[in-house]
């Protein structure tokens, strides 16, 4: 259903320099952590950062993105995932990919992580991932975006590497069908607890973090659960459940930039944009 994908080996282009190295230790084979994206290691949805550069490369209007933004609030609001809602997300998702190049995907995401989502990294979790990076332990992101852009985050911000929602590629280009279902929810636990199969991974010596109730699941999966810059739900529950809560939100209360709180609206919300670079012809060249 999932698929995991290693950093490709290079030194990563971005990542924080405010602390002094730390002593090399060995690594811990049965440990790792686990990093939610939207929110929780980024301010706002990487899809919706990506969908911005598009736009700035004319692949769609700024009236196009507008109506994307408008799509995230309206799932927002609603907060309905119910299964005919995921249904048209994964459609939706379909029309997104379709006919474009692997690589010329990983080329955008590259570009546009540096212009737009690396000033988004929030430097706490960021501290928090290098802490377990530090320890000898692996750290991966699990994310409700193709694994191609969660793939350039990792390896800009040197993380082991990243799962997410993977699409069928053909020839070097993507068919249009997604390779089992949107890594959302249960679906997170469940790859997690494959990779920690594969890698021999003891889960309950590993740690997962995420701000959003959704990904109670893998929450729950691991030894180690802390809400970073959590929901109302998901604060309620570290609450109950006695596990650790880090905000790294300033003000009153949480500002999240175009962000939704459910799968359906970040790839909907994202297909929409895209689908409307492609009715216009105006594929990734």
Not at 165 to 182: P, S
Request: glycine share 10%; with cysteine.
């Amino acid at each position: 259903m999932t698929v995991s994908t290693d950093r490709r080996g290079h030194t990563a282009g971005w990542a924080e320099t405010d602390a002094a190295p730390a002593t090399p230790v060995a690594p811990d084979p049965t440990a790792a952590a686990f990093f939610d994206v939207d929110n929780t290691m980024m301010q706002g949805a990487s899809i919706y950062w990506f969908a911005r550069g598009l736009a700035a490369r004319n692949y769609f209007t700024t009236g196009d993105l507008a109506r994307f933004a408008w799509q995230q609030l309206r799932f927002r609001v609603l907060a309905t995932e119910h299964a005919g809602d995921m249904s048209q997300a994964k459609e939706a998702a379909l029309a997104f990919i379709e006919g474009w190049r692997v690589d010329d995907v990983e080329r955008l995401a590259e570009e546009i992580f540096d212009e737009l989502m690396a000033p988004r990294i929030w430097a706490g979790t960021r501290r928090l991932a290098q802490r377990h990076l530090d320890a000898g332990e692996r750290v991966w992101l699990v994310s409700a975006a193709p694994v191609e852009i969660g793939r350039v985050i990792a390896s800009r911000l040197g993380l082991t590497g990243a799962i997410g929602t993977v699409a069928e590629v053909v020839d070097g280009a993507y068919t249009g069908r997604l390779v089992g279902d949107l890594m959302h929810g249960p679906a997170k636990a469940e790859a997690v607890t494959q990779l920690a199969a594969v890698e021999g991974l003891d889960l309950a010596r590993c740690s997962a973090y995420s701000d959003s109730a959704n990904d109670l699941p893998m929450l729950s999966a691991v030894g180690r659960a802390v809400a970073v810059n959590p929901d109302g739900a998901l604060l309620r529950q570290a609450r109950q459940r006695g596990w650790e809560v880090r905000d790294f939100r300033t003000g009153r209360r949480a500002v999240k930039i175009a962000v939704p709180s459910t799968a359906a609206a970040g790839l909907l919300a994202g297909a929409v944009g895209a689908g409307m670079a492609l009715q216009k012809r105006r594929r990734v060249r």
